[in-house]
């Protein structure tokens, strides 16, 4: 897949999960919903994670340790272990997800190929009116990304840990941070000349 994507913005990522959940008519053609798909992105909007480790987890990836729930997986694209808080409510949707569809703890949650993902969520983007070169699967782990950047003072270097990143150059072109927005936040930067 040789696409550029771009973040969803967060009422771009509300209608996508609706329409996934709800169906639509695309070109006289009914797309029925898919929960799975739509609770995958959600998860993958949650938690940052790209879409293969999103489908390869299970119920019993989900560790108590102590008052909080932890993944620890092994990336599938870099081979680097990640351990992780998952948010209370994360892992709350996710049970609830499971248990309404009936999934057994070592079962995979999302029985579902990358390939269908991306056919699927192409038919939604297409909907939306939004570039399909430019949005993907991974337009949810970007939108992860940006919420993180934005909601923690702009703190790259957190982003950077968050998502394995091997440098911050790597992470300020993964946000898609031109050295427009650099140059503009320096002249709005205050200068203490004396």
Excluded at 54 to 66: A, C, E, Q, Y
Excluded at 87 to 97: A, K, L, N, R
Excluded at 114 to 143: A, C, D, I
């Amino acid at each position: 897949m040789n696409k550029k994507c771009v973040a969803l913005t967060d009422e771009q990522y509300r209608r996508s999960i609706e329409l996934l959940r709800h169906g639509f008519m695309l070109d006289g053609r009914l797309v029925k919903p898919n929960e799975r798909i739509a609770a995958a992105e959600v998860v993958q909007a949650s938690l940052g994670l790209r879409l293969g480790d999103v489908l390869d987890l299970r119920m019993s990836s989900f560790v108590r340790d102590g008052d909080r729930w932890r993944l620890d997986i092994m990336e599938q694209k870099t081979g680097k272990e990640r351990t992780f808080t998952v948010p209370v409510e994360v892992y709350t949707f996710i049970q609830g997800y499971a248990l309404s569809m009936g999934i057994r703890p070592e079962a995979k949650l999302f029985a579902v190929s990358e390939r269908q993902v991306e056919r699927h969520l192409n038919k939604v983007f297409q909907k939306m009116e939004l570039p399909l070169r430019q949005f993907g699967s991974h337009s949810y782990r970007k939108l992860f990304a940006t919420r993180v950047y934005v909601d923690n003072e702009y703190n790259i270097e957190l982003v950077r840990v968050l998502l394995q990143h091997s440098s911050v150059q790597v992470t300020q072109r993964y946000l898609n941070i031109s050295q427009k927005l650099v140059e503009s936040a320096l002249a709005k930067t205050a200068v203490y000349v004396v």
